[in-house]
């Protein structure tokens, strides 16, 4: 059954290879969804999947890229809408 999983993270996340970490590392699940910049600061995820898959994605998203300097990650739960066929960056 799939899950959908919302996260808004916060900290180092912009100019550091943060979205193209979140992009691999989702694709490597077989995860779908899309990672975005927001004009704050703050770095969006969209992503779903298995509850199992996207919990792994979630603590992937606590450590970050080598780069980051991650501080806090908001997690919010909610049923799949399939909206997504892929797992991509958002680059507006």
């Not at 691999?24 to 975005?36: I, N, P």
Request: charged content about 25%; hydrophobic content about 40%; overall charge positive.
């Amino acid at each position: 059954m799939s899950e959908r999983l919302e996260a808004i993270i916060s900290g180092r996340v912009q100019m550091v290879m943060y979205r193209d970490f979140v992009c691999r590392k989702a694709r490597a699940l077989k995860l779908t969804g899309e990672v975005q910049n927001l004009k704050d600061g703050t770095v969006r995820v969209i992503a779903e999947g298995t509850r199992e898959q996207l919990e792994k994605l979630l603590a992937r998203l606590c450590h970050g890229s080598l780069l980051a300097n991650v501080r806090n990650v908001m997690p919010v739960w909610k049923p799949a809408t399939n909206e997504y066929s892929a797992f991509t960056i958002n680059y507006e």
